[in-house]
Each structure stands twice: as C-alpha cells, then as structure tokens.
C-alpha cells in the first residue's frame, strides 16, 4: 500500500509516530459503555465527544430528539466552499458478558495470535515497547462498529491541525447515539433540523471493508419490507390420529404457496418482482472488478450450488429477494405433540434495490396469493367465511425502508476513487449494492444528499456479536483513507 499524501505532506512517518497513543486513545473510548438503553453512559460518550470535536475547532450541537440528542459537529471554513456531511453511530449493541473471552466487554483487550492460532492477551504496555504489529487487535464492544472509524477520523483531523493544514471544504459530523436501536430519534429529527443537516455530499462511515482489507467504497445498500402470511386448517388443532387424512395441515398448504413463489433455481416467479431491473455493460464490469470468488463463498456457507438470481454473489445483491425468515404453528411449548395445527404463519422480508418500491413489492406478494385462490384478508377469517372458502389467507404487510444508490460514475463517486486510489498502490473495491440494510436509508432519502458509505474495518470483527475486535492494521489504513478524503477537492 502507498501511503496517502495532502498537501505534498507524506503522512507515513506521523501516523507511525503516532500509533501508540491512538491505540491508547481507541481504548480509552471503548472503555465508555455505549449501549443505547442506557442514556447516561451515551450521554457520557457524548460529553467525550464534545471535548474531543471541539479542540479540534469544531462548533457543538446536542441537537434534541424524541429520545437521546443527535450530536452534531460543525467547521466552517469558508461559506462560499462545499460541505460534507460525516455520519458515524456512537453506540453499540447489547453485551452478554458471559458469552465474551474476556471479564468485560468494555474493559479492551489487546491480543495477538499464536503460532498455533489462538487469540492471546498483550499488555497494553505493547503499544509502547514494541513495533506495533499491524495484525494485533483490540477486543471490545464497538471497537469496529463504530468506535473505531471515530477514532481514524479524530486522528487525521489532529494531523492536519498540527500539520497547519486546513479542510478544502465545510464539514459537518452527525453522531447517532442510537443506531443499534433504530436510528428513531435521529430520524425524528430530520424535518425539524433539514437545515443543520443540508450539505452537498454525505459520507457513512460504518460497516466492514472488503475482506482482502483493500479500500473500499459502497455505493449503495439494499432496503427491506417485510409481510406475515397465515393460512388455516380447522379451527382449532385437532389429534393426529383421529383427524390424519381428513383435516388439512396448514403447513403443507404453506409449504405449496411458498413454492408457487420461487422456482427449483432460488428465483422469485411472482409477476413483476424483478421489473426495471437492467445490468448494463458498464455495471457489469463494476461488479466483475469485485475481487470475489463464488468458490470461496460457497466454502464458507458451506453450500454446493447457490441460488441462481445472479452469476456471481455480487450481480445477486443487484435484484429484490424474497426470503422466509421464520415459519411458526399454534404448538410452541416443549416437545412435541401428534397434532395437526390450526394455522401456520410465515414471516417474510423483501429486500430491496433502488429500482424497487418497498410497497408495491409486497402488494405484488399479496396478488400472487390471491392468484393460487386464496381468499386474502387483513384480519382472521370469520366462521361463515371458512365454510365457503377452500383456502384463506391473513396478510400483512409493510412496505419498510426503500434502497438508495449513488452512482460509481457521481461526482462524489468520482471524486473519492481519485483522493484514494491516487495515494494506493491496492486496486478499490467498488461496491455498487451491499447486501444489508441501514438504519438511516430515510434519512438519506430525505435529505436528497449523494451519499457513499466508506467501510473501513476488518470484515471479521464479530459485528453485533461476542469478540467484537478491530484489527489494528485497519486503524492505520483507516487513519490514511480519512486523510485523504480530508484533502479532497470537492470543487
């Protein structure tokens, strides 16, 4: 990797120098719980913030919400230049303790791997008596997701300053305080502060980077809408022996509407769930340049043939899905009982691309029922009405949170291929769609602001789960790519 240069400024040595306090710093602001549900402790991480911003010559806001403030950064250089709007989320997911290799999940812990693969401790001395090993890491709650790429952005704005070097653009700085929980009070903010938000880009820094840990740009994420379905037998559930043959199961008249939707190849057959959707020459080749390998996925899923919606696991991420995440009956106590159920009900989520309404999605599902002669109802069938009718159907659906997409070729897009590739030898990874869904999907709708996600963090950092960890090699390219987008000339 070629390290970032603003300014003719070579930034390889600084950051180096400055390394053992960064990892010390990172540690310091993991060690503040940050689970959402509890506001002091956000409010504490809000209050480090503050601090932390504002040596820097930022202008604070504790903007108010419905629920916990929405932080909000400011630097005004000059009002005539454009502004870039950084969002980050200080929050983290929920912890069991028990469940973690450590006594404290906000307690971090430096470790590096053994010879014969296992995780060991380091003292956290390391950081100042030996080379830093760039494949160390750091365990903790949100020291990836999304404490780390905080502290890369804090680190590079304290190297322009002690360098004299000043932003090209106005930039603002939005910490969610809780996404983990939904992004709702950010959200509930975004009619009443549209203004304090306004900015011509937008940059999200959160998520995983591509797994070989080259920079990486995503240009857009999937949204989600989701439906329950649930089909009836009798009334009530009846014995397996005396009603076998004669009353109809639910779950085999669900298994055969849930078949009428895909075929044998994983792909949807309901009318219309793929309209509008071209991949031209020119995305085609964007996502042959991804450096995936279906066979290194399917050994990993540990499947032999994966659906066929696509021909590689990216051109997969260009359509709508039609998933079933979970199928349920009346019986849910232990064990089990010869009894045939009285409904079954299965739980659904479409995900989403920018060609795909999340509302017209679903109404698409729900006239596919309709059409394998389901009486199709939004409450549960009356007496009278199962007696008339051979198959009914309660449906409800929610047409959710649509996609957003910027463009490869947008002048944001453009603009940060040129500020990073220029300064790295490693080829980017452009990727047009990711596969999960966002939280602030609406609020980048609503602000109507070209947006592009830069993931920084290792891809295996165990995001929401036990373990979660940073590799420090990804703090140090981090530190680089947010140097070079700090010296990038939006005009």
């Not at 043959?245 to 009318?271: C, Q, W």
């Not at 698409?364 to 409450?379: C, N």
């Not at 008339?388 to 309660?394: D, G, K, S, V, W």
Request: aromatic share 8%; glycine share 6%; charged share 20%.
């Amino acid at each position: 990797m070629t390290v970032p240069t603003v300014g003719q400024t070579n930034w390889s040595g600084q950051v180096d120098a400055v390394m053992p306090s960064v990892l010390e710093r990172h540690r310091e602001i993991v060690a503040i719980p940050n689970v959402a549900a509890d506001h002091d402790d956000m409010l504490r991480n809000a209050e480090y913030m503050k601090q932390a911003f504002g040596n820097l010559g930022f202008s604070i806001s504790l903007l108010e919400s419905t629920s916990l403030p929405v932080f909000l950064a400011e630097k005004v250089v000059d009002p005539k230049l454009k502004t870039l709007l950084f969002y980050f989320h200080l929050d983290g997911q929920p912890v069991n303790p028990e469940n973690w290799t450590q006594e404290d999940p906000f307690t971090p812990v430096l470790r590096k791997q053994s010879s014969n693969g296992e995780w060991v401790d380091l003292p956290w001395s390391s950081v100042r008596e030996k080379t830093i090993d760039p494949e160390w890491r750091i365990y903790g709650r949100a020291a990836a997701d999304d404490k780390g790429p905080i502290t890369m952005m804090l680190t590079a704005l304290e190297l322009m300053r002690a360098n004299g070097k000043e932003l090209p653009y106005n930039m603002k700085v939005i910490l969610d305080l809780q996404e983990e929980a939904g992004s709702h009070a950010f959200m509930s903010t975004i009619e009443d502060y549209k203004t304090n938000y306004a900015a011509d880009y937008m940059i999200i820094m959160d998520g995983p980077a591509h797994y070989t840990n080259v920079p990486t740009l995503t240009f857009g994420c999937r949204g989600i809408a989701r439906c329950d379905i649930t089909v009836y037998g009798a009334k009530l559930p009846q014995h397996s022996g005396h009603f076998g043959n004669y009353a109809p199961n639910p779950v085999f008249r669900m298994a055969h509407l849930l078949s009428s939707m895909k075929n044998e190849y994983g792909t949807v057959v309901i009318d219309g769930f793929y309209d509008g959707i071209e991949l031209d020459a020119e995305t085609r080749a964007v996502l042959e340049a991804i450096p995936d390998k279906n066979a290194e996925i399917n050994e990993r899923l540990l499947i032999h043939t994966p659906d066929q919606v696509g021909d590689t696991y990216q051109e997969s991420l260009q359509f709508p899905s039609l998933n079933v995440r979970h199928i349920e009956t009346s019986w849910k106590g232990p064990g089990l009982k010869t009894v045939i159920p009285e409904y079954c009900t299965a739980h659904i989520d479409v995900r989403l691309v920018k060609e795909t309404d999340g509302a017209a999605q679903i109404e698409k599902v729900k006239k596919h029922i309709a059409s394998q002669g389901y009486l199709v109802l939004d409450r549960a069938p009356t007496d009278q009405e199962r007696l008339e009718h051979p198959l009914i159907a309660t449906f409800h659906g929610n047409g959710g949170v649509n996609a957003f997409r910027t463009e490869t070729d947008s002048p944001l897009g453009l603009k940060l291929q040129a500020a990073i590739s220029e300064n790295f030898d490693d080829d980017m990874v452009l990727i047009r769609t990711m596969g999960g869904t966002i939280p602030i999907i609406p609020a980048v709708n609503t602000l109507d602001i070209p947006a592009v996600i830069v993931p920084m963090v290792n891809m295996d950092n165990n995001q929401h789960a036990p373990n979660e960890n940073i590799r420090v090699g990804n703090i140090i390219d981090g530190i680089h790519i947010c140097l070079a987008i700090l010296g990038m000339d939006l005009d």
